[in-house]
């Protein structure tokens, strides 16, 4: 069992309002993901970092930002939460070991619901 | 661009019998595949992986198989469980450097849906 978790698990919120997701691991690992999942559909990477003040776009274009001022915590905020905005958002981490693969942990995720 | 794709997007069998979900990816420089298991309300959980140096892997119940040449990757579960109901992902992982750093990104597929009928 990963040692990754988010908070809320579930958010309903009105358009316009600003939200921050919460991601936290206690396994000390030096990468950190945030994906985009709607259901049914694979995951897009929309945020990563590899240590603490390294923060990346992903592949996905978001609106959101991230924030690594702590190994162990990675939030994703959205300053103007909007209906399009409505998905999953699994966070991961994994532990830096060079040019070897890394398996990614994921945490439970948050659904999000704008609107 | 680079993509990585299932055959099937839904697989229903009968508790007992054994299951097979396909994979196909595009990157050749692909060199290590992840199987992934995601129950309904919760994040993905790592299942088996496999590195390119190697064409078939095994843990308990599951079997994965890679096949470079066509680049095919499968999972197999044996004695499919209801417990085993559940959206099934392949990734893939280039390891490697870029710009001397490698961030271990994953390209995730769509999904198969396992429906495992008691």
């Known amino acids: 069992e990963a040692d990754i978790y988010q908070t809320p698990r579930y958010l309903v919120i009105g358009t316009g309002k600003k939200i921050t997701l919460e991601c936290s691991q206690t396994?000390?690992?030096?990468?950190m993901y945030w994906y985009q999942q709607d259901p049914g559909m694979e995951l897009h990477l929309i945020h990563y970092?590899?240590?603490?003040?390294?923060?990346e776009k992903g592949d996905l274009s978001s609106e959101s930002t991230v924030s690594r001022i702590r190994t162990e915590h990675f939030p994703l905020t959205l300053e103007s939460a909007r209906p399009s905005h409505t998905s999953q958002y699994l966070c991961?981490?994994?532990?830096?070991?060079?040019?070897?693969?890394?398996?990614?942990?994921f945490g439970p995720g948050t659904r999000l619901l704008v609107l | 661009g680079e993509s990585v794709g299932l055959h099937l997007p839904t697989l229903s069998v009968q508790e007992g019998d054994n299951s097979i979900i396909n994979c196909a990816y595009s990157?050749?420089?692909?060199?290590?595949f992840i199987w992934y298991k995601q129950e309904s309300g919760k994040g993905p959980q790592f299942i088996i992986d496999?590195?390119?140096?190697?064409d078939k892997r095994q843990g308990q119940r599951v079997t994965v198989l890679l096949n470079k040449t066509v680049k095919h990757l499968s999972l197999q579960i044996a004695a499919t469980q209801p417990g085993d109901s559940a959206v099934y992902f392949c990734?893939?992982?280039?390891?490697?450097?870029?710009?001397?750093?490698?961030?271990?990104?994953?390209?995730f597929g769509q999904g198969t849906i396992l429906t495992v009928h008691p």
């Open positions: 991961a981490s994994s532990e830096y070991q060079g040019a070897r693969e890394e398996t990614q942990y």
């Open positions: 396994m000390g690992h030096d990468k």
């Open positions: 970092s590899y240590g603490v003040n390294s923060t």
């Open positions: 990157n050749s420089a692909s060199d290590y």
């Open positions: 496999i590195r390119s140096n190697m």
């Open positions: 990734a893939e992982n280039r390891s490697g450097s870029a710009g001397g750093t490698s961030y271990g990104k994953l390209t």
